[in-house]
């Protein structure tokens, strides 16, 4: 019988969450691998909030995060912790997910253990080390580490090869957040459940309601935002350009799932308050954000997994950051770079107030994947720990 290999998949964020359980869920069908989820705890709320949804519990949890935390702190404290996890559980490979903090120290604490490393989505660049900060340089230096590079498209395959990465290390397995969206849209649709319902459960208010989710509804755009370059001034100019946006538009309503870091909510809080047109909720669950896409008309966002999940629902994308990793998206026209300029993020939000700019950005082929990924990386983790059959012998017989 052959040997059960245990794969820990780490874990700290929302997005990696909803990137792994995928995989988590088709190694658990494995006769050869036994998944074991480890969570750093990076981002507590919206973690455990992202892994109910899937109905995971993590076999361990690290519960890394403290207060007022630095960068060098956090991943100093977990390379220690995940490299202990390592030396008593001795796992046969360690898979990471995209470019957190969470990322890097698993990939590094599994190399100082000569632990074999597994980088799912792997491969995406912006060229800029200062942007996305510090997740673009958090990707270059796992690469190197890994025995397998899960590349989700040919591009990110091509700048793993151009970076010397052994391309018998890389694979091409799309997006396993393609994966995880058909999976969530199912239970959406089983959900049956009228928009007041939901956008009662978020936190939206009655009289916001009223106007956006009843039986003529009017329309919406959902905005996100996290991402550090943006902290100060960027995310200043965000909300005015937003504040723009809803001022030159009488029947437009914006839905902005707040990020608890006091970074976003401050000026958020503080520009887009008290306005009854604009509804600010905490973080939602993964299936209501779907829901979210899926009713808005289009998404003002800096979030890279929401990159990925809105091609796959006819959903033009106005990007708030001005590189991407995800080149594909702004190839194929279904996301758009425009930075944190007021004025720009004004005049591209206008343009898809345009129906036929509207009707054509919607049309648009999704780049990522066909919701196979996570099968393929399975495949490619038996192919590699089944047992070499033995060498016949020639000269035998």
């Not at 519960?63 to 202990?84: E, F, G, H, K, Y």
């Not at 052994?166 to 849209?185: E, F, M, P, R, S």
């Not at 100019?237 to 401050?266: E, K, Q, W, Y």
Request: some cysteine; glycine content about 6%; proline content about 7%.
């Amino acid at each position: 019988m052959s040997e059960i290999h245990t794969i820990c998949i780490v874990v700290g964020t929302r997005p990696e969450v909803i990137k792994m359980a995928p995989v988590y869920l088709e190694l658990s069908k494995s006769k050869l691998l036994r998944p074991v989820l480890l969570s750093t705890g990076q981002h507590r709320q919206m973690l455990d909030q992202a892994l109910a949804v899937f109905g995971i519990t993590p076999d361990y949890d690290l519960n890394l995060m403290q207060p007022s935390q630095s960068l060098s702190d956090l991943t100093a404290r977990a390379i220690v912790a995940i490299s202990d996890f390592c030396e008593k559980t001795k796992p046969s490979a360690v898979l990471v997910q995209g470019d957190t903090t969470s990322v890097l120290a698993g990939a590094m604490a599994a190399f100082y253990k000569q632990i074999p490393i597994g980088h799912v989505e792997a491969g995406l660049r912006t060229n800029n080390i200062k942007s996305p900060w510090p997740e673009e340089m958090n990707r270059r230096l796992v690469s190197p580490l890994c025995e397998w590079n899960f590349a989700p498209t040919e591009t990110s395959y091509t700048n793993l090869v151009k970076e010397q990465i052994d391309a018998g290390k890389c694979y091409i397995t799309g997006n396993t957040v393609v994966d995880a969206l058909y999976w969530a849209q199912e239970l959406v649709r089983a959900r049956k459940e009228a928009p007041q319902v939901i956008a009662s459960r978020v936190g939206i208010s009655a009289e916001f309601q009223k106007r956006y989710f009843c039986e003529d509804p009017q329309e919406i755009v959902l905005v996100t935002g996290h991402r550090r370059e943006s902290f100060g001034v960027g995310f200043d100019s965000i909300c005015r350009g937003l504040r723009d946006l809803v001022a030159m538009n009488p029947t437009l309503g914006l839905v902005f799932p707040v990020h608890l870091n006091p970074a976003v909510r401050g000026p958020v809080m503080q520009q887009l308050g008290n306005h009854p047109r604009i509804a600010l909720i905490e973080p939602v669950d993964y299936l209501d954000m779907i829901w979210l896409i899926q009713n808005c008309r289009f998404i003002i966002s800096d979030s890279g997994g929401i990159q990925e999940e809105a091609p796959s629902l006819a959903k033009p994308v106005l990007v708030t950051r001005d590189t991407t990793e995800r080149p594909e998206g702004v190839a194929a026209g279904t996301c758009r770079l425009v930075g944190t300029d007021p004025v720009r993020l004004l005049a591209e939000s206008q343009s898809l107030m345009d129906p036929a700019e509207y009707a054509n950005r919607c049309r648009l082929a999704n780049p990522y994947g066909d919701g196979n990924a996570a099968a393929r990386i399975r495949k490619v983790l038996e192919e590699y720990f089944v047992p070499a059959e033995p060498a016949l012998d020639a000269s035998a017989g």
